[in-house]
């Protein structure tokens, strides 16, 4: 069993930026791929970015030059980095493992889940 908690989440001002961050537990973290994942009030819970194994990494396009996923298997930990924040990246954001080598972008494929922590960019 893999357990991610998110932290890093806060309230920021247009064209601010924040870093999440995920702490993972277990032994396997550097084998997983990582994803994060955002919902909005009333709207459904959509892809952001993720990163395999091997540090590949996928953007969705609405945060593509703005935001960096990395990740430091040393630490178990992956990072998201938003820059240039817009009140519509406000949302709570999940921390999300997937066993399965390679990149996805469907919540269904990954494994495990964080709480989430909220993201609010005020205008």
């Known amino acids: 069993q893999v357990q991610l908690v998110e932290s890093g989440g806060g309230l920021v001002q247009a064209g601010g930026s924040l870093r999440l961050s995920c702490a993972a537990s277990?032994?396997?973290?550097?084998?997983?791929?990582m994803g994060w994942f955002r919902q909005a009030p009333g709207k459904e819970r959509d892809f952001v970015a993720a990163?395999?194994?091997?540090?590949?990494?996928y953007y969705t396009d609405s945060v593509k030059g703005r935001f960096t996923i990395s990740r430091d298997n040393a630490k178990n930990t992956v990072y998201l980095q938003m820059n240039s924040l817009k009140p519509e990246d406000t949302a709570v954001y999940y921390c999300?493992?997937?066993?399965?080598?390679?990149?996805?972008?469907?919540?269904?494929?990954?494994?495990?889940w964080g709480q989430g922590t909220q993201v609010t960019v005020s205008s």
């Open positions: 999300a493992a997937k066993r399965v080598r390679g990149l996805a972008l469907s919540q269904d494929e990954y494994d495990y």
């Open positions: 277990g032994r396997t973290f550097s084998s997983y791929t």
């Open positions: 990163i395999s194994w091997n540090g590949n990494t």
